[in-house]
Every structure is written in C-alpha cells, then in structure tokens.
C-alpha cells in the first residue's frame, strides 16, 4: 500500500534541510537590509485646498438656471463640476512643465534619453493628487529632499490658483460678450418697436386702442342717435307741413349732413385730420392687429431688457474680479519622516518570498534524491541537489 506523506513527514523534510534553508534565508535577508539602506530615503509633503467657487462659473449657474441644462451647460464651463477642472489643471503637462523647470527634475531624475517623456512619466509617479474625506484636495510630492518637496507643492498651488484664474477670466470675458452682444441687441430691437409705434400712432392718431375705441364708438354712437332723431324729425315734418315747407327742407338738410358724415367716418374721410377720437372703422381689424403687435414687441423688449441688464452688469464686474479661486488649508512643509524606502517590509517581503521558494525546492530535491531517476531531467536534478547536500553537508 502507497505511503501518502503527511505533515510530520513534510517537517521531517524541513529540519533535514534546515542548515540548507537558515543559510539561503541568512544570506538573502542580509542582501535585503543592505539594499533597504542603500536606497535612498525620500520625503512626502503634502497640501490640502478648498474650492473657492466665486469667479464665473459659479455666477453662470446661478443666472442661466433658468435657461436649461444645454444652454447653462454650453456657458458654466462645459459642465465639469469645479474639482474636476482643477484636477485637469494638476494633471496637464503645462503645470508639469513648469514644476519640471523651476525645480530642474530633469537632472534629479538623472534622465539622458527622451528627457521630456520619462521625466513626465517619473514626475507623474511622485507628484499626486485626489480627493480625501472632507472633500478637500490633497496634493502630495515625494522627492529626497524635504524641503524641495514641500517648496514643490506649495509652488504648485500657486500655478493652479493662477491657472484657475486665467480661465476663469478668459470664460468671464467670453460671457461678458455674449452678454454685451445680446443687450447692445435688446436695446436696438426696443428702440425700433418703439419707432415703429410712434410712426404707426402718428399715422393713425391711435395712442391707446381700449380707451379711444371706447370713446369713438361712443362718439359714432351718439351721431347714430342724433341722426334717427332728425330722420324722424323730418318725417313728423313731412306729414305736418309737407316737403315744400322751410322747416322740413331744414330739417332735410341736417339729416344729409350727419349721414355724410357718418359715411365720411366709417370710410375714414374725417374733415378734422387731427382728430384722436375718429378713425376709419372699416380698417380697424387691421389696425388693431398692427397697433397690438407693435405694443407686444415692445413689452417683450422691456421685459428682456429687466433680464438682460443684471446679466450685463454682473457679468462686467466677474470680468474684473482678481480674487484667489482656491484656499490653503494646509501648507505644504518639509517632512520629518521618510516616505520611502520601508525597510522592514523590504526585508519581510524578501523573507517571506524566498521562504516559499525554498520550501517547494527542499520537498522536491527529497523526493529526487530518494528515487531513481524516470528520465534525463530528473538524473539533471539528481546531481543538483547532491552537489547541495555537499555544499551545505546535508545528511540526506
């Protein structure tokens, strides 16, 4: 029956190659710290800031919310909320570029080749950036030196701040003129509805449809009356005196002349052309039409003017604004402790690595040793793992 292995025997293995396994692991351990302090020690410094939301982008939200999502979002910067633009800044090549130079990376990095690429490549592995708890951003630089470290990130906020404000200006002043455009416009539409009111009022001598209609027809009304008061007049005269009588051709007379007149009216034809209460009644639809939409059009001139005036005003005075757009919660200063290298994981790590290397080794050259060899791979292992059990004396 075939002997399964258990973990006794596994142990047995282990302490029969434990000279072999405590030498390795001493050796390697030893390489490991002295590497670990032959690594240089680098510093991380780091800075905290707040969005300060006072420049354009915040005005835009607040006076286009009425306007809807496309409109407000086409003039509040594309949309991105306020960290997201910041983060873009940290992580362009322009400010990159600038922290490069100032600081002269390139020679820290010991670059040779392609200096522009892998000094950004080795930059963007120190120089950090994100989000933490309470919604700050936390900007961070590893370097050898501390105080560089610190001097970098502080010298970063700065640039943004700067970056931030040139693009809040930029975006201020292509708002400001669109504003400008859209009032200058506003403007000149009321002054010609206003004309063309005043042309249409002098020509028509209509300054208030309601009230002169009211008093026109009032007016119309009372020759109406006036004329069935003479017609009927003249017919009591007819039967009374006859058509040859003086009364009745009087009376006659006066009838013609307020049916004239009447006629003359409602055609338009009014003798005093001065007259603000008679006007031609057979074009009073369409004059009422015309005189309702000149009316409309300066209403709604007037009334987009009350809008597009705050807009303009405020919308000059964000284009002068200087104010800073972030706030420094926490400066950045030379660090006292080493971010980097951590020895002692270093040396675990190496450890516990090559323990597990081992381990599997020690198994299978007990295994080969032990048994005949089934082909030219195995008799290969054979006689090296006999040479180890020479080297390190083993007694297999």
Request: proline share 3%.
């Amino acid at each position: 029956m075939e002997h399964k292995p258990t973990f006794t025997d596994y142990l047995s293995i282990l302490y029969k190659w434990k000279k072999f396994l405590i030498i390795n692991l001493l050796i390697v351990t030893i390489i490991a710290t002295v590497v670990s302090f032959l690594i240089p020690e680098k510093f991380r410094s780091s800075t905290s800031i707040m969005i300060q939301d006072s420049g354009a982008s915040s005005m835009l939200s607040g006076v286009l919310q009425d306007f809807g999502s496309v409109f407000s979002k086409a003039f509040s910067g594309g949309g991105g909320s306020s960290e997201d633009k910041l983060f873009g800044f940290l992580g362009s090549n322009k400010l990159a570029e600038k922290i490069i130079k100032k600081f002269n990376l390139v020679d820290y990095y010991e670059v040779e080749k392609y200096k522009r690429d892998k000094t950004l490549k080795f930059f963007r592995k120190d120089f950090q950036f994100d989000l933490d708890d309470n919604g700050f951003i936390v900007i961070s630089m590893i370097h050898k030196n501390p105080k560089i470290s610190a001097e970098i990130v502080n010298y970063a906020v700065d640039e943004l701040n700067k970056m931030n404000q040139q693009y809040a200006t930029v975006y201020a002043k292509k708002y400001r003129e669109f504003v400008e455009q859209r009032y200058n416009k506003n403007l000149k539409d009321l002054s010609n509805a206003e004309t063309n009111l005043e042309n249409f009022q002098k020509k028509y001598k209509i300054y208030a449809i309601p009230e002169q209609l009211e008093v026109s027809f009032k007016a119309y009304a009372e020759l109406e009356s006036n004329l069935a008061v003479k017609e009927l007049e003249k017919d009591f005269a007819k039967e009374a005196f006859g058509k040859d009588n003086p009364n009745y051709t009087k009376i006659e007379k006066q009838v013609n002349l307020l049916r004239n007149k009447l006629k003359n009216l409602k055609a338009g034809k009014s003798t005093d052309r001065n007259s603000i209460v008679f006007f031609p009644l057979k074009n009073l639809p369409q004059i009422q039409k015309e005189y309702l939409e000149y009316y409309r059009e300066i209403e709604i001139q007037t009334k987009l003017l009350e809008f597009t005036l705050p807009m303009y005003e405020q919308a000059v005075m964000e284009e002068q604004k200087n104010i800073p757009t972030v706030t420094v919660i926490d400066k950045g200063v030379p660090a006292e402790l080493k971010d980097s290298p951590k020895k002692a994981f270093i040396i675990l790590s190496v450890f516990f690595l090559m323990l597990f290397i081992l381990i599997p080794m020690v198994i299978r050259g007990e295994y080969i040793t032990r048994n005949e060899p089934a082909n030219e791979f195995e008799i290969k292992e054979k006689g090296f793992f006999k040479k180890l059990t020479k080297i390190y004396r083993l007694k297999i």
